[in-house]
């Protein structure tokens, strides 16, 4: 069966730094696209960063461009999220997500309904 495993949770001040791993087991991780989102108290799930199967092609919400970084190691069937310069506003529940795809290695997707897995969650909290 699948399962992503995901850890770095926490609780931190204003401009600190988390990173995120989101290990998968029971797929063949090399051809799946993964993607980040997150969803704070009240509202509703958003994209956060995407990336290409191969990892050659990257994809960011306008409101983490240049401080949050996604990449892969698909030796480690594992998709990572470093997260600097965190804000109150990124305080979220941050779930990964795997999409199987057979279009070219540089595909990705930016919608949470094209996703086929989830990890289980883990809550961020930032305070000012």
């Known amino acids: 069966q699948v399962q992503l495993v995901e850890s770095g949770g926490g609780l931190l001040q204003a401009g600190g730094s988390l990173r995120f791993s989101c290990a998968a087991s029971?797929?063949?991780?090399?051809?799946?696209?993964t993607g980040w989102f997150r969803q704070a108290p009240g509202k509703a799930r958003e994209f956060v960063a995407a990336i290409s199967r191969s990892g050659g092609s990257t994809v960011y919400a306008d409101s983490v461009k240049g401080r949050f970084t996604i990449s892969r190691d698909n030796t480690k069937n594992t998709v990572y999220l470093q997260m600097n310069s965190l804000k109150p506003e990124d305080t979220a529940v941050y779930y990964c997500?795997?999409?199987?795809?057979?279009?070219?290695?540089?595909?990705?997707?930016?919608?949470?309904?094209?996703?086929?897995?989830w990890g289980q969650g883990t809550q961020v909290t930032v305070s000012s």
């Open positions: 029971g797929l063949t991780f090399s051809i799946n696209a």
């Open positions: 997500a795997t999409k199987k795809t057979y279009y070219t290695s540089r595909y990705l997707y930016t919608r949470g309904q094209d996703y086929d897995y």
